[in-house]
């Protein structure tokens, strides 16, 4: 079991940065592929970022391409999303979630691999 607890939200005006943590619990998290997803109001969720198991590997969905960048710190079992020229657009609630695929990156653009979520946290840009 994988308890993910996501944090670093909060309020930002458009063209400023956050960067999002997510926490890992248990000993697994360096064989864990990893990934953010957002979910704005009225919205289905999408996907936002994905790193693989190894690090080696790493997508993005195009609105967040050259703005967001994803790594991880197995040390510490934490992934990261830093998020830099945040538009009024980026507003959503952000979830990270763990796989246990071990494929690239590429491959865990899709809610399916993803087997642990956390519950949230808050990101809103004001214009």
């Known amino acids: 079991q994988v308890q993910l607890v996501e944090s670093g939200g909060g309020l930002v005006q458009a063209g400023g940065s956050l960067r999002l943590s997510c926490a890992a619990s248990g000993r697994t998290f360096s064989r864990n592929a990893m990934g953010w997803f957002r979910q704005a109001p009225g919205k289905e969720r999408e996907f936002v970022a994905a790193i693989s198991w190894s690090g080696d590997s790493t997508d993005y969905a195009d609105s967040v391409k050259g703005r967001f960048t994803i790594s991880r710190d197995n040390a510490k079992n934490t992934v990261y999303l830093q998020m830099n020229s945040l538009k009024p657009e980026d507003t959503a609630v952000y979830y990270c979630?763990?796989?246990?695929?071990?494929?690239?990156?590429?491959?865990?653009?899709?809610?399916?691999?993803?087997?642990?979520w956390g519950q949230g946290t808050q990101v809103t840009v004001s214009s």
């Open positions: 979630a763990a796989s246990w695929t071990r494929a690239t990156a590429q491959a865990l653009a899709v809610p399916g691999p993803y087997v642990y």
